[in-house]
């Protein structure tokens, strides 16, 4: 089978020049979007106006914006229009303020879904991707945004991912990487190791599966060496949203604390037949003042002893299995049943050693934090009571709440949280916790026993992949010399076309040549690794690849450091983890193995809502918008009327098919109706609804814009004079630059088109008007209403800004309007007059007008003096700017 095209279309095909702008004749009334939406895309794409060289230039400020790069599935839906709408905006907005804006865009495309394609459909991976991004691609040129096409990458072509390869080498030699035995999250329906962060509520983030526990052998990334700048990172990133940080604070999970080691009590026979796991336990534990209180050592499933237990104790073998089956997730831990099985051991109390505890395995213990055992103090911790209580287990008591007897208190079937005094507890009697922590750990350090530690709920990277489709991972595997890296002059390793997807498992495993290689060292025969990366490697340094794409090396530092950090990042939430957590880390690798000087990927991040639709079914199966319509109020299907069941509105999905195609609203209102319509509707970290009726009242703003500006090229000409009569519309002309720039500045596209609409009724109005100046404000409100909407609506920007001058440069050339300060001072005021609180009517005047005064035009107002007759004034109240409240009797 060929290899996948690793070229890219820089223009939109098929898109023929429409001719010079439409004329101006009373004919043409409407803005005929069909036509000349592609021929401002190909003017665009001709001018090369979205170009920018790989190093920034010296004469203007750099803004590097980008939105997260999509899967390619196949199709994009609206929910994709908003946020690459939003990044649209930006990019559009910053050009015109005179920055140099790289805008490019990519394709996240290796990944399980293609792998399972060619197993459903009989096609190559490469080929299913390939097409996909064709028809992607053709639908995102069709709307019109301002991407430099030059610099497109897809992560499943060996230009970028061999590029990938050279950095894991890099990463290696620096002892960023590592390859271990590790117990493993495994998905049975997809067939792969999936990373804690991939595991959502104990099953696959993709296949929904649920999690088993596996011990395989993985390539690591050394993600916990940065744990602590990753944390202290966080304190600098101040234009991300408050919530990321917070999760990833939490994902990193910093614990000040004590490891202890608790030593094996049984027999000695007994314990040497278990080797160096019946030495001692360890654990980590932030309470080593309630040692005193010990009870049992819980270990997990997978902890090494119990592991070692089941190698000759079925009973313990089946317990740990079905621990394994549980699921891997905190939450999944907490909510489940809490249950154990004895080991028989005994442990000693470093701090009493007299006291002696049982070890059992417990299936609220996790493997993933600190050493994968606890000591547990039921009489402090809820969790461990309700353990020893459904075990019959002791529960000394320890802590004394305040106000309590310590001859009469007894622990019930609630653990003490709250404010406590150590007794019970030796050397630590009388005691406060925190007091208590301090001198617990000077003793276990005396004993040798234990010593402060910090903990890290971080855990390293696994990145071993068992799929095909996927960035091979450079390594050979030698008898002799070991794993042994891919020499660089042997890069990239591609993947081999020729694959067999008619058995289960990893093709690479399968193939009869691609595997078997010499060894690079010694020469003998030797065999690739047949994992492949985690797809979350290839977007955690797109972004650095996109300021030099087709460079022989990972990076050009000029361009990159040039370039990087990206100063507006779009993405949705549900990356605050998994995404942008990788991609600060890759990032440091990267600055460690001198590729990039910065540190963190990212200096501004926004976190866009879901575009949501209401769902619809037939029965058992989902069915798409377009299948139903509304008949006399009901919902029924097209084809046959049957009613349909209609679900609330939620984030469109595939699964459900709640999902509207962005080609079909393009080809029967225009790009710049489905752009408006997704920018306008709410604040855009919100979630949107998707409606007819929507789409439809942005389409005709649109042509009613269109006919406006029209109607002002025709009837005003060039005008320039300016009078009395226009400045009011000046006046409005110039608050909306100045409100529109705020709310760009401020990533708030509803409020600028809010303004916009209201500018547009303030021409609108003024078109109904004769006098002085007139005509030249109307013209001047016109260009700045093209200008304003062209981030937004670039296409109809374009057409209108052609409409009022044929031959001057194109919207996108232009510079951002300035508003003039003497006309944003306001004129004039009006105020509310109300009568005991009750409004009466409202009076204009200038914003400085004495006091005595305003009250005077208030009294004289028609409405009000009515109100006033034949009562008394017993108070005025003046608000300036606001009200005036007059308090009567009689």
Known sequence: MSKPSTSFPHVPEGLKQSGAPQSQGAEQESFDFQAREPYWQKR?????????????????????????FPYPSGQLHVGHVRNYALGDVVARYKR???????????????????????????????????????????????????????????????????????????????????????????????????????????????????????????????????????????KHLERWPERVRTMQERWIGKSEGTKIRFPLQSPPAELAALGPEGQHIEIFTTRPDTLFGLSFIG????????????????????????????GTSEEAVATAEKRGFDTGLRVANPLNPQQTAPVWIANFVLTEYGTGAVFACPCGDQRDLDFARKYDLPVPSVLLPKGEDAATFQVGDKAVTGPATLYNSGFLDGMKPQEARKAAIARLQELGAGEAVTNWRLRDWGISRQRYWG??????????????????????????????????????????????????????????????????????????????PHAPTPTVPAAANGWLPVDQYIGGIEHAILHLLYARFFTRAMHETGHVDVDEPFSG????????????????????????????GTVVRKDSGAPVRVGRSEKMSKSKRNTVSPVEIIERYGADTARWFVLSDSPPERDMEWTAAGVAAAARFMQRLYRLTRSVAERDGLQNAHGPAGEELRRATHRTIAAVTEALEGFSPNVAVARLHELASALGEAEKKEGDGLPAARREAATVLAQLVAPMMPHLGEELMAVLEPDGPMVVERPWPEAQDALLAQTSVTLGVQVLGKLRGTISCPPDLPRDEVLALARAEPNVARALAGKTIVKEIYVPGRIINFVVKG
């Open 471 to 548: 960035c091979p991972i450079p390594i050979i595997y030698c008898e002799t010399c070991g794993a042994v890296p891919v020499p660089e002059d042997q890069l990239p390793v591609e993947l081999p076309q020729d694959v067999s997807f008619d058995r289960p498992g990893n093709p690479l495993d399968h193939h009869p040549t691609w595997k078997h290689v010499t060894c690079p060292q010694c020469g003998q025969p030797a065999r690739r690794e047949t994992d492949t990366f985690d797809t979350f490697v290839d977007s955690s340094w797109y972004f650095a690849r996109f300021t030099s």
């Open 299 to 326: 270990i997990a499933a997978d902890h090494p002893l119990a592991r070692k237990l089941a190698e000759t104790n079925p009973e313990i073998a089946a317990f740990a299995e079905e621990c394994r089956r549980m």
């Open 44 to 68: 665009w794409a001709e001018s090369g106006v979205f170009d920018v060289p790989d190093v920034p230039p010296a004469d203007k400020p750099k803004y590097y914006v980008l939105e997260m």
């Open 605 to 632: 991040l926004f976190t866009q809502g879901m575009v949501t639709h209401e769902s619809y079914r037939d029965g058992e199966q989902w069915l798409y918008p377009e299948e139903v319509e509304k008949r006399d």
């Open 96 to 234: 015109a303020r005179g920055f140099s804006v790289l805008h490019p865009m990519g394709w996240d495309a290796f990944g399980l879904p293609a792998e399972n394609a060619a197993r459903e459909r009989g096609v190559h991976p490469g080929v299913w991707t390939m097409q996909n991004i064709a028809a992607m691609r053709t639908t995102l040129q069709r709307l019109g945004f301002s991407l430099d096409w030059k610099r497109e990458i897809a992560t499943c072509l060996p230009e970028y991912y061999g590029q990938q390869q050279k950095l894991f080498l890099d990463m290696l030699r620096a002892g960023l990487v590592e390859r271990r035995d590790a117990s493993v999250n495994w998905d049975p329906v997809d067939n792969t190791v999936l990373a804690n962060e991939q595991v959502v509520d104990g099953r696959g983030w993709r296949s929904g599966a649920p999690i088993e526990k596996r011990l395989l052998s993985q390539w690591f990334l050394k993600i916990t060496d940065f744990a602590e700048p990753l944390l202290e990172g966080l």
